[in-house]
């Protein structure tokens, strides 16, 4: 999977979820433990199923209730079941170490690319 580096380094792919359709794009974030997290008006959108609420710690320490969906992505072509987690209308959307676990993650400043292999 090949995605783009940006100029201030912010890593971002590509990869399409099956109920939206279409391609999302997502930027990478080793920091985040689940698979995907989403803003909620996305998730409405894409009518994904709802699984459980959690309690979700985020980088500031702060503890919020937030919903836990359900979604089909195309992982390295195949499709994959992956957790969803909601966020605010508007939040960045981000791919974490959930799909990440047993990758290899590239990041080529010089030609501007992310690519990301499995192991």
Request: hydrophobic share 45%; net charge negative.
């Amino acid at each position: 999977m090949k995605g783009t580096l940006g100029p201030d380094y912010t890593a971002r792919i590509e990869l399409e979820v099956i109920e939206a359709g279409c391609g999302c794009e997502l930027i990478v974030d080793t920091g985040f433990n689940d698979c995907l997290y989403l803003p909620e008006d996305l998730i409405a959108t894409w009518n994904l199923p709802v699984i459980t609420g959690t309690l979700t710690s985020y980088a500031d320490g702060s503890v919020v209730t937030a919903d836990l969906y359900e979604a089909t992505a195309l992982w390295f072509g195949m499709p994959t079941r992956v957790t969803v987690l909601a966020g605010p209308a508007g939040c960045e959307s981000l791919l974490g170490m959930g799909l990440l676990a047993g990758c290899r993650i590239e990041l080529d400043g010089a030609a501007g690319e992310v690519r990301i292999s499995t192991l």
